[in-house]
């Protein structure tokens, strides 16, 4: 959270609000993981009838729901995490501007990402040892060093994935097929990573006083910082049972049980 904003003494006092803001969105994810993995058991010939008693037959109805029509290939699980899941080669294959659009938004995602997970660890670890009197710590998890650390790679992997978004609204835009093919599911994701990414830029800016030739007053960083990390925890989080990000989730596991099957 101060990674964003900056300024400790205010985004403490926010801190109980981010961690009960953090944990709905984590029960939500966890409830509507849950109704799709119920939906999941149902099975292809079963969806629209009971769920199933038991939620254990999901993998195997999942993966036969999303490769009805699969031809199984015989790589390693590892080959398949690489090249199918994480270098995305299949959507390589059909369009090289699709992958660059799905790469970018991707890696900049889960960069990001897992930047921000270890900035709150490093603010949890700082807050924990401070309240146990705990000292001689590694330098490096003093929250502002952390901090300045993660400067660097959080501008190129924001860029990265703001040139992402940015093809991918161009595509929705001007390319008559993609066009009409948009439906809200589409719209909703986009605007949603739009908005979040921007609120990032400025969260960021206000902060370091490098909101692109702009000058804002330093106390707008924590009520920035706030709405970007609820917006992110809600839609990066809450939102992903119940949209086409799932797919984040079913893609992969379908791939693994395929062994990288089309």
């Not at 993995?37 to 199933?52: H, L, N, R, V």
């Not at 390693?76 to 995490?81: I, N, Q, R, Y």
């Not at 809200?184 to 986009?190: I, K």
Request: proline share 4%; glycine share 6%; with cysteine.
């Amino acid at each position: 959270m101060e990674y964003f904003a900056g300024v400790s003494d205010a985004l403490r006092l926010t801190f109980v609000q981010v961690m009960i803001m953090a944990n709905l969105s984590i029960g939500i994810f966890i409830i509507g993981m849950y109704i799709n993995i119920k939906k999941w058991g149902m099975g292809s010939t079963g969806y629209g009838q009971a769920p199933s008693k038991s939620i254990l037959a999901f993998p195997k109805m999942l993966m036969y729901q999303m490769s009805e029509h699969a031809h199984a290939h015989n790589q390693s699980v590892l080959e398949t995490f690489v090249l199918d899941i994480v270098f995305q080669r299949r959507i390589l294959r059909r369009s090289p501007l699709r992958w660059f659009m799905h790469f970018t938004i991707f890696v900049g995602w889960m960069v990001l990402f897992v930047m921000s997970l270890a900035m709150f660890l490093v603010e949890m670890i700082h807050m924990v040892t401070a309240k146990m009197g705990i000292h001689g710590l590694p330098e490096f998890l003093d929250p502002e060093i952390f901090r300045e650390i993660l400067a660097v790679p959080n501008d190129i992997f924001s860029y990265i994935l703001l040139v992402g978004i940015i093809i991918a609204i161009y595509r929705r835009l001007f390319v008559a097929k993609m066009r009409e093919a948009t439906i809200a599911y589409d719209s909703v994701l986009l605007i949603g990573l739009t908005v979040i990414t921007v609120s990032g830029f400025i969260a960021d800016g206000i902060r370091t006083g490098r909101f692109w030739g702009f000058a804002m007053p330093v106390e707008w960083a924590p009520p920035a910082s706030l709405f970007h990390v609820i917006i992110s925890l809600l839609f990066c989080i809450a939102y992903i049972p119940f949209s086409k990000y799932i797919h984040m989730i079913a893609i992969p596991l379908a791939l693994l049980a395929n062994k990288g099957g089309e």
